[in-house]
T-cell receptor, first 117, second 110 residues
């Protein structure tokens, strides 16, 4: 089955520790995205990548880092510099390219709930 | 003003009834719009894309009012399984970047 996987589903960390969230897709999509969702708020874009070895900051990139060494994988590291890391983290992908549908029709993984205490 | 605004609800709807709700957007240049459905504690899933004045898919109809800058979603013959939060999504200032509304919660009751 084609899709996007994220692991783990739940993650607990102590304050001051870095943590890496996994995102893998086998849809052959060029573009990948990371969002966070807080209760009562819309999704906010952290980082996105249009092609391998290239990525851009989203609206709330501070305290996060990413890499895109393979087309299938886009891991997100939540660093100790992120002030409020507890959230629901969602990874998404899209076909990519210049067509509207290719760029904007995004498909999401099941998410990782991170709790930092 | 937020780029995308939605009434958070909840909209409590009897099974079989029709429900409609709006989403307002601030960028008058937006050309495409999307509705996503998100079940409780799950990921959003694309419900419908709107590239012109509207779109219809079975019991779901999206209508775009460019003059007033809002897009509506109408659900006919509501099913219990339609209970979810509906996210309005608008492209925002750059390749592949989307602005998500906070969502409208719909609760369909027996």
């Amino acid at each position: 089955d084609g899709g996007i996987t994220q692991s783990p589903k739940y993650l607990f960390r102590k304050e001051g520790q870095n943590v890496t969230l996994s995102c893998e897709q086998n849809l052959n999509h060029d573009a990948m995205y990371w969002y966070r969702q807080d209760p009562g708020q819309g999704l906010r874009l952290i980082y996105y990548s249009q092609i391998v070895n290239d990525f851009q900051k989203g609206d709330i990139a501070e305290g996060y880092s990413v890499s895109r060494e393979k087309k299938e994988s886009f891991p997100l590291t939540v660093t100790s510099a992120q002030k409020n890391p507890t959230a629901f983290y969602l990874c998404a992908s899209s076909i990519g390219g210049t067509g509207v549908a290719a760029s904007y029709e995004q498909y999401f993984g099941p998410g990782t709930r991170l709790t930092v205490t | 003003r937020k780029e995308v605004e939605q009434d958070p609800g909840p909209f409590n709807v009897p099974e079989g009834a029709t429900v409609a709700f709006n989403c307002t957007y601030s960028n008058s240049a937006s050309q495409s719009f999307f509705w996503y459905r998100q079940d409780c504690r799950k990921e959003p899933k694309l419900l419908m894309s709107v590239y012109s004045s509207g779109n219809e898919d079975g019991r779901f109809t999206a209508q775009l009012n460019r003059a007033s800058q809002y897009i509506s979603l109408l659900i006919r013959d509501s099913k219990l399984s339609d209970s979810a939060t509906y996210l309005c999504v608008v492209p925002s200032g750059g390749w592949g970047k989307l602005q998500f509304g906070a969502g409208t919660q719909v609760v369909v009751t027996p």
